[in-house]
């Protein structure tokens, strides 16, 4: 894939200035999702950034799940969906965290990674990071290791790669 496609893709990415809330400039990914050849180009691309020898990937809901479910039928290997409290039957683990918007808790399905795994994160933006690094502390509490992170777009103004205790983390475009 040459890059101009991937940056065609990353360009579809809009600004919308105070959402969900006065001051947060909100980056919606949603036109890049909702057009066909750049989905195909962006999921190409984070899949070239995580390693080949992982055995599962781990996204977080609701954007991330998007990514992911691509990623892992691509790949034939399973997504765990970490999901906002409330929506799981059998939880295993749960962590509560700070957004850039907020404060949430994010829980992680019973037997959905398993010890000694090979894990990847995935999801469409790191900002300040306390999404992936939840994400993190829960798979490695369930006795995995994580191998890298990928997202499509990272906020670098809001140090989200400063709280990853220095994990890969590949980002298709930084802004
Ligand atoms: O790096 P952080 O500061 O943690 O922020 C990044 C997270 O924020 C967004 O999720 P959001 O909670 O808005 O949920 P959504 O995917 O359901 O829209 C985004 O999808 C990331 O998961
Ligand atoms: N500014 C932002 N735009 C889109 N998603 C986000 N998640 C956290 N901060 C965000």
Redesign the pocket.
């Given at each position: 894939m040459s890059r101009s496609e991937l940056d065609r893709a990353l360009d579809l990415i809009t600004e919308i200035p105070d959402f969900p809330e006065p001051g947060v400039i909100f980056r919606d990914l949603t036109p890049m999702f909702a057009d066909g050849t750049a989905f195909v180009h962006v999921v190409d691309a984070l899949n070239e950034a995580i390693s080949d020898d992982v055995d599962r990937l781990v996204a977080?809901?609701?954007?991330?799940f998007v990514l992911a479910a691509a990623l892992g039928y691509a790949r034939r290997i399973g997504v765990a969906l970490v999901r906002k409290p409330g929506k799981l039957p059998n939880v295993a683990d749960r962590i509560d965290y700070q957004?850039?918007y907020g404060t949430?808790t994010l829980e992680l399905p019973v037997g959905s990674v398993k010890p000694g795994e090979r894990v990847a994160v995935v999801?469409?933006?790191?900002?300040?990071?306390?999404?992936?690094a939840a994400s993190v502390e829960l798979i490695r509490r369930a006795g995995a290791d994580v191998t890298g992170i990928a997202v499509v777009l990272e906020l670098a103004a809001?140090g989200?790669r400063s709280r990853l205790d220095a994990l890969p983390v590949h980002a298709l475009r930084t802004i």
């Open positions: 977080v809901e609701a954007r991330g957004l850039e949430a999801d469409d933006v790191l900002a300040t990071g306390g999404t992936v809001l989200g």
